[in-house]
């Protein structure tokens, strides 16, 4: 190997580059991170400062044009006064918070006005990873998130079972309705039981988009289907998008099929899809999200404390109440239906 | 298609009005591909160089490697480097997983056998006479690579921009590792697939928009560089 030397020389200029770039790639990364734990109120933190704008977009209306009109707050004016104070009790000692959540509470814009608010108050930089509740619930058993909010009662129970959980609350709820198109092929506008649409649906042989992809909804969806009788895997007229609601919404308005849809995604994304709400209010399409800590006996390195802090955040009062009012001045309704405290057989009682 | 011009109209806004979070994800997306074709280069490079040049047992079994990896599919590293970076993965004492860093990490790795491939053609591609001068010349081994590197800047520039153009405008990867998180990890394409997600399409045309006349910017950049040596 004669070339030798110069493969040495070429390998040192090579990890010289590298060296450099990682510290420059690096140190970015660090301010980032600096940034988004520093106190509320540096005004030189961008990311928060638009968070903040949007979190008081309510109290002054000319922020609220400026900024994308995705996520209006009915009661921030309330809140955010009394959060700045808390902002200033000094930041956590490991300030990365892992969250994972379902897509819904990202597509509706909920997380949106959450997130920024509870790492206002609290210093902790959260990492949301929007994915459906079952990988939710993986990541959570993996020890790859610290803390969970997730709609998918019957896994939630398997997980705590299992121990992979604690503390897990009852945070909020809204509903799951059947939608398809206006025209209503299988006839199914008006029913009371979700179970008789889906026959209808089946025996209309209408498409129905299924989102097939282990969420909270495609949960709540596949045990319909069990209650109904019928085995939809592999029908002509099953589809599985394998993507979030508002993507699997999208697909069933340019098929003009039928899907269950959590009715925050749903409004947000109405306008475009323009379909039709055909089921709804039946006990059996209740979507209820809990709060759950990772059990920390099972991993190392998770947080702890920022799990405990997000999941007291989430049940506070005052996120209650801002839970309650997100959406109502976009929509016109609520979207969500702040449940703190309330056991589930209350909430299934409509209590 | 009314949202094509709702898009555009839109992106002009976000321009316009100065809108902070996207000059953030575009100066994001320019920094995390930026800096992944710059290390993808000073690996890429070198090696394809090497690859050229030397002659060794196994070499054909390389080029057919790098070949190979010209096309990973992003998603596919996405998902691996997901693993090793998992906090309980092989690296994950790293702290690398939804964060800039790992994203950059990912980026480099679908860029550098674009880079290293097109280097190797680059180098492959000259005149074999022109190695013969310069060694005729009395270069040193050292000299006769950068000789040929200078001669070979066309194709070299080129592979910067394949680099460059495959990961700005990659998202598998970049979602999987980054975690699409607001404020921190959101890159252009990234956006994009949410807007897509939500529904809000016209958004999702503005920022497509940006993307493109983002690449475009670059790529006239270099092109200016790499013509206007050549005159």
């Known amino acids: 190997m004669r070339l030798a030397a110069r493969h040495v020389r070429l390998i040192a200029a090579l990890l010289l580059a590298i060296g450099l770039a990682a510290c420059s790639s690096s140190s970015n990364n660090n301010t980032a991170n600096k940034n988004s734990a520093a106190p509320a109120g540096a005004s030189a933190r961008a990311p928060v400062a638009t968070a903040g704008a949007r979190a008081s977009a309510a109290a002054s209306p000319a922020a609220a044009t400026a900024t994308r009109p995705a996520t209006p707050v009915g009661a921030a004016s309330s809140t955010s006064s009394a959060a700045s104070p808390a902002a200033a009790a000094g930041r956590p000692k490991n300030p990365t918070l892992l969250l994972s959540t379902t897509t819904s509470t990202q597509d509706s814009g909920l997380l949106d006005v959450l997130i920024p608010l509870f790492e206002k108050q609290t210093g902790y930089q959260v990492k949301t990873s929007a994915v459906g509740s079952g990988e939710a619930l993986k990541r959570g058993e993996l020890g790859e998130a610290d803390v969970l909010l997730v709609h998918s009662p019957a896994a939630e129970l398997d997980f705590m079972s299992r121990n992979q959980g604690i503390n897990r609350r009852l945070v909020m709820h809204n509903d799951f309705i059947i939608v398809g198109p206006a025209s209503d092929p299988a006839h199914i506008k008006g029913m009371t039981r979700a179970v008789d649409a889906l026959k209808a649906i089946v025996a209309a042989k209408a498409t129905f988009i299924s989102r097939g992809d282990n969420s909270g909804t495609n949960a709540l969806e596949l045990q319909l289907w069990k209650q109904a009788g019928i085995d939809p895997k592999g029908q002509s007229w099953y589809l599985e998008s394998g993507q979030g609601m508002g993507a699997t919404l999208t697909i069933t308005a340019e098929k003009e099929a039928y899907t269950i849809s959590d009715r925050a995604t749903y409004l947000a994304t109405k306008a475009q899809t323009q379909l039709a709400i055909l089921v709804e209010k039946d006990g059996a399409l209740l979507n209820i999200y809990h709060v759950i800590q990772v059990n920390p006996a099972n991993h190392s390195g998770l947080n702890v404390e920022g799990a405990q802090a997000f999941s007291d955040f989430m049940v506070a009062p005052e996120t209650q109440k801002l839970i309650g009012a997100f959406g109502v001045d976009k929509y016109g309704q609520q979207l969500f239906v702040p449940d703190a405290g309330k056991t589930e057989q209350q909430v299934q009682q409509g209590g | ?231």
């Open chain 2, 1 to 231: 298609m009314q949202f094509v011009w709702d898009g555009f109209v839109e992106a002009l806004r976000r321009l316009l009005a100065g809108d902070a979070e996207t000059y953030r994800i575009t100066w994001l997306s320019l920094q995390v591909s930026g800096i992944a074709t710059l290390i993808s280069l000073a690996i890429g490079a070198p090696l394809g160089l090497l690859l050229a040049l030397a002659r060794f047992r196994g070499r054909r079994l390389a080029i057919a490697l790098v070949n190979t990896g010209m096309g990973f599919p992003p998603v596919v590293v996405g998902t691996f480097v997901s693993l090793l970076l998992f906090r309980h993965g092989p690296l994950g004492f790293l702290h690398m997983f939804l964060t800039v860093r790992g994203m950059v990490m990912a980026q480099t790795i679908i860029a550098t056998p674009l880079v290293c491939g097109f280097t190797l053609a680059a180098i492959g591609g000259l005149d074999s006479s022109i190695m013969l001068q310069i060694r005729a010349l009395g270069a040193s081994r050292w000299q006769s690579a950068l000789l040929l590197v200078r001669e070979a800047r066309l194709g070299m520039l080129a592979a910067v921009m394949a680099g460059f153009g495959a990961v700005i405008s990659e998202v598998g990867a970049t979602i999987a590792v980054g975690g699409n998180i607001k404020d921190q990890t959101r890159t252009l394409t990234g956006a994009i697939v949410l807007e897509n997600g939500r529904g809000e399409f016209d958004q999702a045309i503005a920022l497509s928009i940006i993307l493109m006349t983002l690449i475009f910017a670059v790529n006239l950049v270099l092109t200016f560089a790499q013509q206007q040596r050549r005159a």
